[in-house]
């Protein structure tokens, strides 16, 4: 360390940049970088308030919708900063999703009709919860195009299964969940017969066309959705939208709204007005108020009808049981949100300036009194507006989706057409501030916003248009998620974070403390299953097994070798490599890739992944680790050596080294100088109380890990050297000092940690 230093500042001095160039050097003033950079009072100010310093960690951890990439977004609140993409519905080769086995079979759970769908249209993120609180233990996403649903497991921000909506063809609404993650609710978009591969002219989409809503039940013991206890309600084609489950006062209903209640069809190509005519016709559609828990007890009941293999209450038992009712909504609304207490429904109608605030009471008193309005066109009762409304406020033009303050009775609700997010108190019905945004606001977002214990302090504007706040990139621009500060009355606009992997619909964020992910597995784990890998093999295990024309290596990963090094195979044989990452250091992962075999496996500490493809070409196909993993990355590969059938070897050995004694002997010198300084480094750490670092305690197994590995070397080499075999006595030499320089680079890590984080002497 000590000679870097010296190193380094000779270097300094050699490029001119010595004692005499300081003078020059006086530190810019923060006045000075302001004049130079132009910026004023209010910019530093949202500086200081979004940039976190080197080393310090952000407040709050959001899970953004990828739009249509198919994929999660994960970034830091307030300094944005991204922290991961993680794969859901499309391939992402980073972290070997879709290109190893364990995680096709995640992706091959979102299967339609037997074939792969490797895209997914990502709409709305949303936090397995405990009593109506982000737990922080699981995220689930909503595919529109495609209806299906993930679950990610939040230990380790991977996703863990796909499922594919059995009677929809198309979903908006989800996922929403219920406030002790019972269900996640998914809602159906566009309306279309229920059973699979049904045709139906579109003149009788009012007979046959029909929408629905799922209720899939989570198992938080094992992580997943259970498909068989999951279970559906049908209902009218209206163009269901989003839903939010209630909570307090409200929990076990359900609240979707709808769209399209005209019914109407369009047809441009035969003279029709089109869609967005004839749905926005009418004055109101209908908000659905479903009793979610008597809907469960009814299916346990037996009262559900199976269409595609799935429980669906029909209509008509959800209407005599008295679960389902339908209450006007002003017009073409798009979100619906429930306050923190659960006594209030917010819902914004797009063509309509006034959010439209429903009471639950009100909406319990009507349906307990059996006072309603009438029916609609299937029979379901209709409570009056006027007899469920708390209140309307009018904001602005095209409000769409709400969120919560930790401040009581505060609201926000972005408004699509003005640009604008608008502060408003749903209690008392008044404006209270208005934000311009840039441009065009879908979704906005407080921290833990839509649960019953929002955080307040922050709020993201999801901006489907940027226009002209980031520098050009072609036509097809970023969207722009715009920071908020929302601590003071006045909202105070601190940030511009473009978004260039999708249209993200929507966002959720959670306070960081709550998050708990591991930073490696069990040895031998499949991170898929969390179960422990058939394919997993210790130190000293590893092993190749043919059978017939198949052939599977039980491969580990350690810095800085992949151990086989060689793997034989012929031509047309099936070949499986299993692959376990023996280290237990922290961020020490190994990439995996056989040349031109279309196949890869990102291998964190302690997970075991496999990769398998036919090996149906001749030749020869260097593998390698894809992670820069330790000095000698570069070196962490090997052959395949795909032969033609019937190949034999003949008598040709490998070429030799021309290795001298004089070499040997500067090995072992080598050796000698390195251990001196692992011991230095060892006497320090074990000076201090290093034991209190977990993180540091991981370091030092991991280092004597590796130094554990030059047991039985040093013979080894002796032996060698002493029948004069230069080429074996210097490289089994060499092969301690590779060991020991692992040694010593975790041990100068873990020395820096100890140092930066007030180690303490011991006696
Ligand atoms: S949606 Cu896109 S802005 Cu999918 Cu929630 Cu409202
Ligand atoms: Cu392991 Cu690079």
Known sequence: MKQFNKQAASLLIAAGMGLAATAGWSAESLQDVMKRRGLSQQDLLAASKTYVPTGKRDDFVAFSSGGQSGQVIVYGIPSMRILKYIGVFTPEPWQGYGFDEESKKVLAGGRIDGKDITWGDTHHPGFSETNGEADGQFLFINDKANPRLAVIDLRDFETKQIVVNPIMKSEHGGAFVTPNTEYIIEAVQYAAPLENKKFYPLEEFNEKYRGAITYWKFDRKEGLIKPEQSFSLELPPYSQDLSDAGKGPSDGWSFTNSFCSERYVGGIEKGRPPYEAGCSAKDTDYLHVINWKKAAELVAQGKAKKINGHNVLMMETAIKEGILFLIPEPKSPHGVDVTPDGKLLVVAGKLDTHVSVYSFEKIMAAIKAGKFEGKDPYGIPVIGMKDALHTQVSLGLGPLHTQFDSKPCVAYTSLYVDSQVAKWNYCEGKVLDKLS??????????????????????????????????????????????????????????????????????????????????????????????????????????????????????????RSHITPETIEVEVGDEVTINLTNLERAQDETHGFTVSTYNVHASVEPGKTASVKFKADKEGVYPYYCTEFCSALHLEMQGYLLVKPKGWKAGTKTLAKGNYTEADYKATVKKVVDTQAIIDSVVAYITSVNYKDFPDVVAMVEDAFDQLGKTKGLKEKHEGFAAKKDWENANLWAEQIWQYQVKTADLGLRAKTYLEQNGAKKVK
């Not at 606001?441 to 504007?461: F, N």
């Not at 898929?528 to 093999?537: E, F, L, N, Y």
């Open 437 to 558: 945004v840039h441009y065009n606001i879908g979704h906005l977002m407080t921290m833990e916003g839509d649960t019953m214990k929002p955080k307040g302090r922050y709020l993201v504007a999801l901006n489907k248009l940027s226009i002209d706040r980031f520098n050009p990139v072609g036509p097809l621009q970023p969207q722009n998620h715009q920071l908020i500060d929302i601590s003071d009355d006045k909202m105070q606009l601190i940030y511009d974070m473009p978004i260039p992997l999708g249209e993200p619909h929507y966002v959720v964020a959670i306070e960081a403390a709550k998050l708990k992910p591991a930073v490696r597995y069990k040895v031998g784990t499949n991170s898929r299953t969390d179960k422990p890998h058939p394919g997993a093999v210790r130190a000293g295990e590893e092993k190749t097994i043919k059978k017939g024309n198949k052939v599977e290596v039980f491969a580990t990963l350690i």
